[in-house]
């Protein structure tokens, strides 16, 4: 069977979510091989193998975390032109993007960006993409390969699949060509105790209608109820009332969680071109003909400053 | 400094959109405009010219006949004149084919510093820059919030799921910006006037050196099989506060599990 090639992200706790997402697409496709850049540590490896990869190609050149995504797209075609693998596949991101789109061209391979499904059909590799704001389900399939895909987190759900992993240390040569983008700083983000908003399972979600950055604690608050991320619309963003990185939309976060709660949003394409695939969605707005209620699983017509706080009481009493 | 920015011209995204058999966009039956989160890179490279770093600035598309609309658009924001590349033939291209169709006119107009936007918003594939920048052999910096350039570099801000990143590219350079860069004036009567006397200079495919087994459908990495409306979602229980809409809203959560 083909390798496929499975682009890792790690953090301090170990595998991303949505690379264990990748894996367990990838399996569809072929043998998963991830390509692990910085210190394959034996806790990535066993969660990777946990997942289905049968192979780690581990890349530790300092390089891949000084400049900016070439190094990894040099890393990744040198690997693929050694493992011809049938497909690469990425999580949808800006670096996964930035890694993807060199991948391509440098391998002259088709690539199918933010993907919710891949199979294989005969020998060729089929993508699903969600395009014209969410509107339209498109079927491509990929002409030359390795094809190359990066996916949309929380598209697929991540099932283990136990293999053995085994790790290969790569060295890879990188170019002066691929030096030319230097990371001078990288914070990473502080975390709020609150789940990942593209990770979350249940996400509250506030708009215009929260009024000021105060009223948007009633969101926090409904959220902190519910064990739930917090998320926004880009009015909220735009005006500060919220972090910029809590947007939801087709300029911010796509997000696909079990239950996703609207409040005071009214439902732009742009806005719903982010939530649309949410499994249950439950919208709250004095507006009762915002657009958002035709997408709506339960609404309620009415202030989310009185239904959102009572509904936090109703939360505290049925836990009791 | 010259700066080139690459512009799109794409369906109006509130209209109803029809497929061609061929699944391109029935571009006829739909009002087209230049794409909103082009219009980001358009004014920051207005706002350079104004601050007096950029001395020339460009707009470059490729797309249909009318995207001159879009251009006219970009030219009345800022900028000197525009370059349109429209062929037949280009029609069914790829990301790889768009971005060597986009590579060649850049090398033939020339360019310090590249601006565009983080995503179209129709295809929203988010991979062109970095392709165009592969082919022209230069630095990207993408998805930047956040801009400033001085004489040789550009340096930006960019936020990941997990970081905030500053970077710092040397020119020459593209860069692909998002909507917090800030948005993009309202160009006053005057200056959409003003817009229509700036040159726009058409290119072909063969004015580019490439031939059309190179783009377009004969040379598509990836082909559209299937299109499919993504399925209605049905209506659902809308109920309106009388004093006991959390209590209902609550029951329907617990109903589903959530509670």
Request: net charge negative; with cysteine; glycine share 10%.
């Amino acid at each position: 069977m083909s390798e496929v090639l499975v682009l890792a992200e790690t953090t301090s706790a170990g595998v991303r979510k949505p690379t264990l997402e990748l894996l367990t697409a990838a399996r569809a496709l072929g043998e998963p091989a991830a390509v692990v850049f910085g210190e394959a540590s034996d806790q990535v490896v066993a969660q990777l193998g946990e997942y289905g990869a049968t192979k780690v190609y581990a890349v530790s050149s300092p390089e891949m975390q000084e400049f900016l995504s070439l190094p990894k797209a040099e890393a990744v075609v040198q690997i693929a032109q050694a493992a011809h693998p049938v497909a690469v596949l990425v999580t949808s991101g800006p670096e996964g993007k930035d890694i993807a789109a060199r991948v391509a061209v440098r391998l002259n391979a088709g690539i199918l960006p933010d993907a919710t499904a891949v199979s294989l059909e005969g020998d060729s590799v089929v993508g699903v993409q969600t395009v014209f704001a969410g509107r339209y389900q498109a079927k491509s399939r990929v002409e030359r390969g390795p094809a190359v895909v990066t996916m949309r987190p929380n598209a697929t759900a991540a099932e283990a699949a136990p293999a053995g992993a085994q790790v290969e240390q790569v060295d890879v040569s990188v170019g002066d060509n691929a030096k030319g983008a230097r990371v001078a700083s990288r914070e990473p983000k502080v975390s709020t105790g609150r789940p990942e908003l593209t990770d979350a399972a249940v996400v509250v979600a506030g708009g215009r209608g929260v009024g000021s950055e105060e009223g948007f604690q009633v969101i926090e608050k409904t959220a902190d109820a519910l064990g739930a991320a917090v998320g926004a619309s880009r009015t909220v963003t735009d005006q500060h009332w919220a972090a910029h990185e809590l947007q939801v939309g087709q300029t911010g976060k796509t997000v696909a969680p079990s239950l996703y709660v609207a409040a005071g949003i009214s439902g732009a394409i742009q806005h719903r071109a982010g939530m649309q695939s949410s499994k249950t969605i439950v919208v709250v707005n004095k507006d009762a003909k915002a657009p958002m209620f035709q997408i709506a699983d339960f609404g309620v017509v009415g202030d989310l400053h009185a239904v959102l706080p009572a509904l936090i009481d109703e939360v505290a009493k049925r836990k009791g | 400094m010259k700066i080139v920015v690459l512009v799109k011209y794409v369906p109006e995204p509130t209209a109803t959109w029809k497929f061609a058999p061929d699944y391109t966009v029935d571009r006829a039956g739909v009002e087209g405009r230049l794409s909103e989160l082009d219009e980001y890179a358009v004014e920051q490279a207005a706002q350079l010219a104004e601050k007096g770093v950029a001395d020339e600035v460009v707009f470059l598309t490729v797309g249909p006949a009318k995207a001159t609309e879009g251009l006219r658009k970009a030219l009345a924001i800022g900028g000197t004149s525009a370059v349109h590349v429209v062929d037949d033939a280009i029609k069914g291209s790829c990301a790889l084919g768009t971005s060597l169709v986009l590579a060649k006119a850049l090398e033939k107009v020339g360019y310090d510093l590249i601006l565009t936007g983080m995503a179209s918003t129709d295809a929203e594939l988010s991979v062109v820059p970095q392709m165009v920048a592969d082919r022209l052999g230069i630095n990207q910096a993408t998805f930047a919030g956040e801009v400033s350039v001085d004489g040789s570099s550009v340096s930006i801000r960019r936020d990941t799921d997990v970081a905030t990143e500053r970077v710092d590219v040397a020119l020459p350079a593209i860069v692909s910006v998002t909507d917090q860069t800030g948005e993009a004036r309202y160009p006053a009567f005057k200056a959409i006037m003003g817009a229509k006397k700036k040159p726009i200079t058409t290119m072909s495919l063969a004015d580019l050196g490439l031939d059309a087994s190179q783009v377009g459908w004969p040379a598509a990495s990836t082909t559209v099989i299937d299109v499919s409306p993504t399925p209605a979602r049905t209506a659902g229980t809308i109920v309106t506060d009388d004093g006991t809409g959390a209590a209902q809203l609550a029951g329907f959560l617990a109903d589903r599990g959530f509670i």
